[in-house]
């Protein structure tokens, strides 16, 4: 079976320092991978999305960014946090074909201070 | 920006039947409408998706409205465990990128 795993669980980092968040599948080839993010009391935001290695797609621009470097691991990374990074993140991933119903991993809960 | 409409907030007796709409007018013919639901402090959890027959599972149905404009989650009896954030989606025509709208908080009383 299919198992979506992120780390850490939660965080809290001073701004202006970096950030790296990372998301694992394990139990699929070749998933889509999905970031999002969820402010307190909010719903959810697409940041990023990959159909494989190396590709990414940005919905926001913002001073996050994203990477694959293998098939079943995404990555969410910042050089500089701000205040406005605080939130929810979210990991997902999709079968590359079908009706892509979604599945999240746990999150992570990230503050800055 | 393809969207959904969904009413913020409804609420519900324990045992009885819920509701929930959503409309999605710009959807495409061939994409799937899913729901999500949302527990505090959890990634969204899958509930039920379906294209144009109206759908079962142990979870919900989904009743979906003939030109497809609009779908209807349904829980037949509401318990207390399941007041969440309820969320419909679909993906967007000819893009591997899905967007959530901002959801339904159910609450049930008991």
């Known amino acids: 079976s299919q198992t ?3 780390w850490p669980a939660t965080l809290v980092q001073p701004v202006g ?3 790296s968040l990372e998301c694992t599948v394990e139990g699929t080839s070749n998933p889509n991978l999905y970031w999002y993010r969820q402010a307190a009391g909010r719903g959810l935001q697409l940041l990023f999305y990959s159909v494989g290695i190396g590709q990414i797609s940005s919905e926001v621009p913002q001073n996050l960014s994203a990477s694959r470097p293998q098939d079943r691991q995404f990555i969410l990374s910042s050089k500089k946090l701000l205040l406005s990074d605080s939130g929810f ?3 997902a991933w999709t079968g590359a074909v079908g009706w892509y119903t979604q599945y999240f991993g746990p999150g992570t809960r990230l503050t800055v201070l | 920006d393809a969207k959904t409409t969904q009413p913020n907030s409804m609420e519900s007796n324990e045992e009885e039947p819920v509701h929930l709409p959503c409309n999605h007018s710009t959807i495409s013919g061939t994409d799937y409408i899913h729901w999500y639901r949302q527990l505090p402090s959890q990634g969204p959890e899958y ?3 379906g294209l144009t027959s109206n759908v079962n599972n142990r979870m919900a149905s989904l009743a979906i409205a003939e030109d497809r404009k609009s779908s209807t989650l349904i829980l037949h009896r509401a318990t207390l465990r399941d007041a969440a954030v309820y ?3 679909w993906r967007q025509p000819n893009n591997n990128d899905m967007r959530f709208g901002a959801g339904t908080r159910l609450t049930v009383k008991p």
Do not use: E, G, K
Request: contains cysteine; charged residues 0%; hydrophobic residues 40%.
């Open chain 2, 47 to 49: 509930v039920i998706h």
């Open chain 2, 87 to 89: 969320y419909c989606m």
């Open chain 1, 4 to 6: 979506i795993h992120q």
């Open chain 1, 17 to 19: 320092s970096p950030l």
């Open chain 1, 89 to 91: 993140y979210l990991c």
